[in-house]
């Protein structure tokens, strides 16, 4: 069956650097493109980046860019989020998503908290 699982939150102070990876099974990963989504305290699930199947085309949302960047390797199945100079307001739930065979899959999600 189709699985995303992440990796790769946790506590970091302002101004600091994570990577997030997603490793999925269960579909042809290249196949498909991947996006990274994430929801906040009290706030709506909201798409952070999105890369096509390749990875020659990426999209940011216009609070994240500059300072993630989206980047997949198809070897590994797996999908990564470097997020640098990490702000409060970036403290989340961390999910990736994809849409394979006409329906919408999502890992656990990992924690990011941007504190001092």
């Known amino acids: 069956q189709v699985q995303l699982v992440e990796s790769g939150g946790g506590l970091v102070q302002p101004g600091g650097s994570l990577r997030l990876a997603c490793t999925a099974s269960g579909f042809t990963f290249s196949s498909v493109t991947m996006n990274w989504y994430r929801q906040g305290p009290g706030t709506e699930r909201k798409l952070v980046a999105s890369i096509s199947r390749t990875g020659a085309t990426t999209n940011y949302a216009d609070s994240v860019k500059g300072r993630f960047t989206i980047s997949r390797d198809n070897t590994k199945n797996t999908v990564y989020l470097q997020m640098n100079s990490l702000i409060p307001e970036d403290t989340a739930i961390y999910s990736c998503?994809?849409?394979?065979?006409?329906?919408?899959?999502w890992g656990q999600g990992t924690q990011v908290t941007v504190s001092s």
């Open positions: 998503n994809t849409l394979y065979n006409r329906n919408h899959y």
